[in-house]
């Protein structure tokens, strides 16, 4: 495992430990779920990007997607 260091404005860091404190981790448990969720936002697109480029595509509009949820 990796250890870094980064720099924050006072009040940022003021923010992030009241914030994880609230949520009950760590500062660095914190911000460490924030760059897992960029992480898997990132890949979540690039796979999303891949189906709409992709030949074999099927596309269902609004209306069909309402008709068979029954909205």
């Known amino acids: 495992m990796s250890v ?3 720099r924050l ?3 940022t ?3 992030a430990k009241e914030y994880a404190e609230f949520k009950g981790m760590t500062v660095t ?3 460490a779920s924030l760059i897992d969720e960029a992480r898997q936002d990132d ?3 690039a796979d ?3 189906v709409i480029n992709s030949e074999n595509r099927e596309y269902v ?3 069909e ?3 068979k949820f029954g909205l």
């Open 4 to 6: 870094t260091t980064v």
């Open 9 to 11: 404005k006072d009040d």
């Open 13 to 15: 860091m003021a923010w």
């Open 29 to 31: 448990a914190f911000i």
């Open 43 to 45: 890949e979540d697109y």
């Open 48 to 50: 999303a990007m891949k």
């Open 61 to 63: 509009s609004p209306s």
């Open 65 to 67: 997607i309402k008709a």
